[in-house]
Each structure stands twice: as structure tokens, then as C-alpha cells.
């Protein structure tokens, strides 16, 4: 910790986070109000000048061409990696294609070797107001939409009203604290918050997409037509065929090519998603060549299945890229909207279930590592007691949190590796049986006679196969357990209107993240917003208070201490069970890609990497 990062500070902000609603404070407080500036920092950093040409990780020398066809894995709102049936990837309903937000620019765009600061896209400058609840971008003259047309700030104010009203559960969340979208003039406009936003809102605000007011006014904003919508990005919509591809082709014209943000960045002239239903499918469809570039999520196939004849020539190469120190979750969800999850005991024993060690022998090749933490591979993961620092957050809350929180940080249990460890399944029955669940010959069930059923929902066979044993030792303590896949749609939908008892999910939260990406995992708040991302249904006023906390930090060494904090916390409610990360990136290509080193926060390889023509000549596929 730093030496200005004292004790007395904690104390402070923990007083204003319990006696007051979340207010702004000091947001961006050592940035200067009344001055147009090039970007925004969470902590006032900069690591790019006004004046920067281009971002390092960024290549100006490369060059333009050459098709890009890969399977991309995360996706963002409404997206979906195995079917589509919209365009519009800023809704609620439908599936639509990942990388749809390549067509649209935004406001302000991060450096993904950056993880504190947004550098202007659309918005040349940005001006803090005195108050720091209003934010005023003045727009770059030269932006256009790909039909040629103006961006002005009246398609801003328009495009935010639109998704305040009318876009995704996660967009309307983090807009919450809206109060205005104004244009001053026509390149002007100005965002003005409530008051009660937190500090870093805005970041989520100004990376929003900006849609044409005058296309899409009065039209439908929603997911029943499978139209593109008109946009101002360095890709738009090319061929496509509903649920089984999508082409993205590269704006010749496109107005920010030559910006410091994009220069050097999006090179190839289309990107080609193909969407498959089965993984195995997906697989061969890499080995023949018709995918080029594959992020390999089974760690068998990648344990065994890189043995066919382009990669034994030389035409493929396989190779790890190391992980980002982003904060992410992965793990499983118990849904505790409804009653029979509602007890930790039951949470506790269900994950007591799970042995890891056995399915990262025989399922994973051992290249999983056990994930204890909310926010495994970052700074943000607590391990062992707590600070003095974190403990000034915590002790606000005892008798309100766990007493576990004030130990050593929760961890996983450790098997014996057999799959069926008795001293931990005898715990978990142990545990059902103090929260009033008793056998009934075969299955467990309560005073008022229901059972205790878990229904795992799954999209891909795989997760099937890699369950199974978890579900069997279920069943072995009582748990009336049971694994369903659905299809993608389906899947989707029931995450949507939290129809589930158990599911799976990975989710990334950023290098720093925002109260409003907090939010709408962890906080009440989001609880029965149907389609959030808080899954189990997290309602408890000290968690709230701990992201509002969060929220306040006025340094990362703070977000630091309030993270780690917040993880003791979620991790003794039990509310999540986390399962396995790999610290890399397990990647395998058709060896026809030039690129730089990765940037360490973020690994979009289609905006990075380019095609090499003399590399493709050599191995036949120029």
C-alpha cells in the first residue's frame, strides 16, 4: 500500500458510505473541472498524452486484407456463440451475434494496456462540470455514419434516451442515475447525473453505442426484425444467414481510421463468425481450415485433440498467451429466489459435493487450477486474514455478515481426490440435516414435505460429461439432482427471467470495475431485475454498502482494499460456488496471422491481429 493510504481515510469513507446514499464526493477529484481534457481516469493517471499518435499495442505499419474467421469467446448483453436471431445487440430479447459492437462507435474507448483511463473516440474532449455530476463532450466534427451522414449531438442524446428507456436490463441499470442527455449545440452535448451515481458511472455511460437518430426514430427498437441497425464503427454487416453465420466488413471510409484510439487497430477485411451448435462440430470445422483462429475452452480436446495433420506440418501453431489480471467470476449459481437455497448450510453442502481435484484429473488433464475467489487472478482476490484496512470495513458489519468473513478467507474445499470423499460428503449431509432437511428413504425433504430438488441447466454436451460425477454425489447426500441441456435460445431465456436452480457462468467485471458493473452482479438492487447477471438472487443490505464503498475509492489502492473486502463477504455467504479458471490463454491458429504482444488488460485478436500474406503463401492459403 502507499504511504498516503491511511487507516484515518478508511474511517472516512466508511462514514459516509453508512450515514448517506452514494454520492459522487470527490469523483475524478484529481482531474480539473472546467477544462476540456483528452479522456478521463478513474485516479487521474494518464498513461497516454493529448497528444499520443497511437496506442502502443497498436500497429500502423500493418497491412489491410485478407478474411478473418474465428469463434469468438465472450460476448457482451444479448449475444450468443451458438445461434442468432437479431441484429440488435442492445436489447433484452433474442440472440444476437457476438461482435456487433464492432459496427458503432462510442463516446470514449479504453487502452486495453491501461486499465484506469478512456481516451476520447467520438468525443474530442470531455469537461468536467463544478459539481462533477455533468459531463460535456464536445464531438468531433469529421464523425459520420457509415451512410455518409453526420454524427451529431443530437443522435447521442437520442441514442441514450433510447437505451435508458428501452435497452438491455444491464444498459438501464447503469444508466439509472440519468437524469439528462442535452445537446448544446450540434456538436455538443452533455450528460448530467442525479447526484447519487458513483464516482466511475460515467465509464460504463460513455461506452455505450451511439445509434442515428434519423434512421431509427419511430422504428422498432427491439429484437423482432433481423435488420441491421445503421451505425458509425469500423466494421458493418455484411452477408449473413440467420443462426448460421455472420460477416463484419471493414469500412473502407471509416472516419476514425487515422484517430490516435483506432489507429492501427481493425485490419482485416471481413471477419467471419460461424455459429455451431456442437463444439465437436465447431473443432472440425478448425482442423479443416474453414476457422483460423480457435480459443480451445475443452482441455481435453486440447490435451489430445492437437495431433491432426496441419498442425504436425507446421501449419497450425499451438501456443498459450497469458491471462489478463482482470477481475472475473466463474462458477456456479444457486438461485435463491428460490426458498430451498435460501440457507447457506444448503449452499455450503452443495458445493462440498464438488470434487475438484478427481474432475481435474480425469476430465481436465490437470490444467485447471481450483478458483476460491469472486475475483480469481487479480489483485482484488483476499487470501489469508484480513488487513487492518479491510477489517475498518468489515467490523461496521459484524453480526450483519458471516463471522467467516473475519477470518481466513473462505476457501473451496480440498478432496481426497477419489470423487466421492466421505468426510466431506458426510459434512455435506451434516449440514442439510441442521437446516431441517431429513431422508425420507431415498431423497430429502422438509417439514412441509417438498423435496429437495437441483436441476442443473447446461447449453453443451461438455458441461454434461463434466457434471455428472458432481450431480451422482448430489444424489448421494439426498439432493434430488439432475442435469438438463437446452438449447440456446431456451438457455437464454431462462437465465433471463431467473428460471433455474443452478447454472453455470462466467462473468468479467474489468481491471477496475465500475459500481455500476458491481451492481448488477451483487447489489439488491439488481436482485429482480430479470435479465442482470445477479444470478443467485444477492439481496443483503452489507453487501450493497461494501459496493457502494467500493464505489467511492478515490485511488486503486483503495478499490483494492473495498474489493478484497467484498470478496471475504461473498465468499462466506456462499451465495456463488466457484469451480476452476486457467491462468492463459490456450490458443491455436493457422499459422497466417502476423501480431504484437498481447496488451495486458483485454485480447480482442480481431481488432489486433492481421493478415500475413507471405505466411499464408508458405502453408497453401493465400
Not at 281 to 308: H, I, L, N, P, Q
Amino acid at each position: 500500500m502507499s504511504a498516503c493510504f491511511s487507516r484515518r481515510r478508511f474511517l472516512e469513507l466508511a462514514g459516509a458510505a453508512l450515514s448517506a446514499p452514494l454520492l459522487p464526493g470527490k469523483a475524478f477529484a484529481r482531474l480539473p473541472t472546467g477544462t476540456a481534457l483528452h479522456g478521463i481516469s478513474a485516479f487521474g493517471e494518464f498513461k497516454y498524452p493529448a497528444d499520443f499518435s497511437h496506442f502502443e499495442y497498436a500497429n500502423p505499419d500493418a497491412p489491410n486484407g485478407g478474411t478473418f474467421n474465428f469463434q469468438p469467446t465472450y460476448w457482451y448483453y444479448n449475444q450468443n456463440v451458438l445461434t442468432f436471431n437479431t441484429l440488435n445487440s442492445y436489447v433484452r430479447g433474442g440472440d444476437a451475434p457476438p461482435r456487433m459492437e464492432m459496427c458503432f462507435d462510442q463516446l470514449m474507448t479504453w487502452a486495453w494496456d491501461e486499465p484506469d483511463a478512456l481516451y476520447g473516440l467520438l468525443a474530442e474532449t470531455v469537461t468536467l462540470s463544478e459539481d462533477r455530476n455533468s459531463f460535456t463532450f464536445r464531438l468531433r466534427p469529421e464523425a459520420r455514419f457509415h451512410d455518409g451522414s453526420p454524427l451529431t449531438a443530437e443522435d447521442v442524446v437520442f441514442s441514450y434516451n433510447l437505451l435508458k428507456e428501452k435497452g438491455h436490463p444491464q444498459i438501464v441499470l447503469s444508466l439509472r442515475q440519468l437524469v439528462e442527455a442535452e445537446a448544446v449545440d450540434r456538436q455538443t452535448c452533455r450528460l448530467s447525473f442525479s447526484g447519487k451515481q458513483s464516482e466511475r458511472t460515467i465509464f460504463d455511460a460513455v461506452q455505450l453505442p451511439v445509434f442515428s437518430r434519423e434512421a431509427l426514430e419511430g422504428e422498432p427498437f427491439d429484437s423482432s426484425e433481423i435488420k441491421p441497425l445503421p451505425g458509425s464503427g469500423p466494421y458493418k454487416v455484411g452477408r449473413f444467414s440467420a443462426g448460421r453465420y455472420i460477416e463484419y466488413d471493414r469500412v473502407e471510409e471509416y472516419w476514425a481510421r487515422e484517430l490516435p484510439v483506432r489507429r492501427g487497430l481493425y485490419h482485416f477485411d471481413r471477419i467471419r463468425l460461424d455459429f455451431f451448435r456442437d463444439r465437436n462440430a465447431a473443432f472440425e470445422a478448425f482442423k479443416k481450415g474453414d476457422a483460423m483462429w480457435r480459443e480451445e475452452m475443452t482441455s481435453r480436446v486440447w490435451a489430445t485433440g492437437y495431433d491432426f495433420p496441419a498442425l504436425q506440418e507446421g501449419q497450425v501453431v499451438k501456443r498459450e498467451f497469458p491471462g489478463e489480471p482482470r477481475a472475473s467470476l466463474q462458477g456456479w449459481a444457486l438461485n435463491q429466489r428460490r426458498s430451498r437455497f435460501a440457507d447457506s448450510r444448503v449452499r455450503e453442502a452443495i458445493a462440498l459435493c464438488f470434487d475438484f481435484k478427481w474432475t481435474n484429473r480425469n476430465f481436465f488433464y490437470e490444467l485447471y487450477e481450483r478458483r476460491h475467489s469472486m475475483f480469481e487472478h487479480s489483485d482484488f482476490a483476499a487470501s489469508g486474514r484480513p488487513s487492518p484496512e479491510e477489517l475498518e470495513i468489515l467490523k461496521e458489519f459484524r453480526g450483519q455478515i458471516p463471522d467467516e468473513a473475519f477470518g481466513e478467507a473462505v476457501m473451496q474445499p480440498v478432496s481426497d481426490g477419489s470423487g466421492r470423499d466421505r468426510d466431506l460428503l458426510s459434512r455435506a449431509r451434516q449440514l442439510l440435516n441442521e437446516a431441517g432437511w431429513q431422508s425420507d428413504g431415498r431423497f430429502l425433504q422438509n417439514e412441509a414435505g417438498e423435496r429437495l430438488v437441483l436441476e442443473y441447466i447446461v447449453r453443451d454436451e461438455v458441461f454434461v460429461q463434466v457434471a455428472s460425477p458432481f450431480i451422482q454425489n448430489l444424489r448421494a447426500v439426498g439432493i434430488d439432482a439432475s442435469i438438463r441441456r437446452l438449447d440456446a435460445s431456451q438457455y437464454e431465456r431462462r437465465l433471463t427471467d431467473f428460471d433455474f436452480d443452478m447454472v453455470g457462468v462466467h462473468f468479467s467485471l474489468g481491471a477496475t470495475p465500475t459500481y455500476d458493473a458491481l451492481e448488477v452482479v451483487f447489489h439488491s438492487r439488481s436482485a429482480e431485475v430479470q435479465g442482470s447477471s445477479n444470478l443467485p438472487g444477492t439481496a443483503d443490505p452489507a453487501v450493497d454498502r461494501i459496493v457502494e464503498f467500493a464505489g467511492r475509492a478515490e485511488s486503486r489502492e483503495e478499490l483494492i482494499v473495498a474489493m478484497r473486502a467484498l470478496d471475504r463477504v461473498l465468499r462466506a455467504r456462499r451465495d456463488w460456488i466457484p469451480n476452476w479458471y486457467s491462468p492463459n490463454h490456450r490458443v491455436a491458429y493457422w499459422d497466417m496471422f502476423g501480431f504484437r504482444d498481447k496488451p495486458d488488460y483485454f485480447f480482442p485478436v480481431e481488432a489486433l491481429w492481421w493478415y500475413h500474406e507471405e505466411k499464408a503463401k508458405a502453408i497453401g492459403r493465400a
